[in-house]
């Protein structure tokens, strides 16, 4: 199979914000690599229908063809336009997307992503979507996940922030009434593990563990292990169950590429969240393994795969 010597070069990567660490990263990786990176933000995109079965794209009002293979980097803040262009970026047909659009939106909220892999049969914190924030609903909630301490959370927080530890109903429904004008939906969760300020992120790519570390939080009255909160990382050699684990659930969310993090428990490693833009410098700093190069190179082979079933299926 051939592929122009154009279009072999190129490599989509879609985000929210161009000037992101991460997106400047996986830029400069590709370029080492010998690519050429369109960084493609959703605010500079128009899309348009129009019969028959016609799915156009302008990007900063110029008509656009998409790169043959397009990583989705939306973080879980990212806007619902931004999924649905990523949508319309599906339907043309023309790319191979890595991090469908559904399943990043999945992944994007926490209470779904504790959704789809309790219903798959994975152990999952005990978590329950606030809905009333009345005293007597509440206490119910609250006894739901098995009492004080529990994790008050932002379904679509990151970076730590948005992740509350409640102790009492004073400091719940405090909280609670803060947030409610934002009618940003909130969990409540179990608190779990057996480690305290320590998590594990296993990045995956391709559908394999490819880096893993433990992070551990440099505060003593911090909870949340986020390196962008102070946490440091530190390499982690995972079990081959817990590499089992990782795959299992990057296969259930259909997730090729994703950061997923786990906390300790007696039960073993149970999630917490999976994250579809997740940080790649500090796993590179704590693992040594070069992280945004596996994630281009797996971008390639995708996109030959794709180019070869297209070619395959306009020959028949
Ligand atoms: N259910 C929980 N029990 C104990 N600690 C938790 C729980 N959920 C989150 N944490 C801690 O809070 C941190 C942030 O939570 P997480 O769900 O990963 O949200 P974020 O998207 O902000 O990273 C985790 O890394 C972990 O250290
Ligand atoms: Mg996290």
């Known amino acids: 199979m051939k592929i122009k010597q154009t279009e072999a070069k190129r490599i989509g990567i879609y985000t929210i914000n161009t000037q992101m660490k991460v997106i400047k990263r996986l830029k400069k990786e590709s370029e080492r690599m010998g690519l050429k990176p369109e960084i493609i933000n959703y605010s500079d995109v128009h899309i348009a229908v129009s019969s028959p079965r ?3 794209i302008y990007l ?14 939306l973080p879980a803040i990212a806007p619902g336009l931004s999924l649905m ?17 559904f399943r990043a939106s999945v992944a994007r909220d926490k209470f779904r992503t504790m959704q789809v892999l309790a ?44 992740v509350v530890k409640v102790e009492n109903f004073a400091t719940l429904r405090s909280v609670l009434d803060l947030v409610k004008r934002t009618r940003k939906p909130m969990i409540l969760q179990q608190f779990i593990g057996i480690e305290p300020g320590v998590d594990y992120r296993f990045y995956v790519v391709g559908y394999k563990v490819v880096a893993t570390m433990k992070r551990s939080t440099r505060k003593k009255d911090e909870f949340r292990a986020n390196l962008a909160l102070g946490g440091k990382g530190t390499k982690y050699i995972p079990t081959k169950d817990e590499v089992k684990l990782a795959i299992a659930l990057a296969n259930t969310l259909r997730l090729p ?21 997740a940080m790649i410098g500090g796993i590179e700093k704590a693992t040594g393994v070069n992280v945004a190069r596996k994630i281009i190179e797996y971008c390639i082979t995708e996109r030959e795969k794709f180019l070869g079933k297209k070619i395959r299926r306009n020959s028949q």
């Open 54 to 56: 016609k799915f156009s």
């Open 60 to 73: 900063k009002n110029e008509k656009y063809s998409l790169p043959s293979v397009i990583l989705n980097r």
């Open 85 to 101: 262009i990523l949508s319309h970026f599906e339907r043309t047909r023309r790319s191979v997307i890595i991090n469908r659009a």
């Open 119 to 162: 219903s798959k049969g994975f152990e999952v914190p005990n978590t329950v979507l606030i809905g009333s924030s009345k005293e007597r609903d509440l206490k119910w909630v609250v006894k739901a996940v098995g009492g004080f301490p529990a994790i008050l959370k932002l379904t679509r927080g990151s970076l730590g922030m948005g």
């Open 257 to 277: 590429i994703c950061g997923i993090d786990f906390i300790r428990t007696e039960k073993g490693m149970m999630p917490i969240e999976v994250n579809v833009n």
